[in-house]
């Protein structure tokens, strides 16, 4: 079982920035794709971003490409989010996922583990 953990959300001003951070309970941690995903109140859970083992390999949803950065360190086991430009729009809660193999999933479904989410709130 790998437990994963976020941190970094919270409350930020249109324009602004935010880090999220999602800390993995993962023994080979570099062994996970590892994904972002929102979810609005009303409406269903999205990818936001994904990278691969090597973070080489980066995904993104077109509504976030160019504002949001998506990157890894391996060595202490933690995926991050970097969030500029931020919209109302934005306003959710931000999941980490982790899958066990080597192709980036684009879907919730092709993902194995969650953390229990952190609430982004971007007011205009």
């Known amino acids: 079982q790998v437990r994963l953990v976020e941190s970094g959300g919270g409350l930020v001003q249109a324009g602004g920035s935010l880090r999220l951070s999602c800390a993995s309970s993962a023994r080979t941690f570099s062994d996970y794709a590892m994904g972002w995903f929102r979810q609005a109140p009303g409406k269903e859970r999205e990818f936001v971003a994904g990278?691969?083992?090597?973070?080489?390999?980066?995904y993104y949803a077109d509504s976030v490409k160019g504002r949001f950065t998506i990157s890894r360190d391996n060595a202490k086991n933690t995926v991050y989010l970097q969030m500029n430009s931020l919209k109302p729009e934005d306003t959710a809660v931000y999941y980490c996922?982790?899958?066990?193999?080597?192709?980036?999933?684009?879907?919730?479904?092709?993902?194995?583990?969650w953390g229990q989410g952190t609430q982004v709130t971007v007011s205009s």
């Open positions: 990278l691969g083992w090597s973070g080489r390999s980066t």
């Open positions: 996922a982790a899958d066990l193999g080597l192709r980036v999933g684009v879907t919730a479904d092709e993902y194995d583990y």
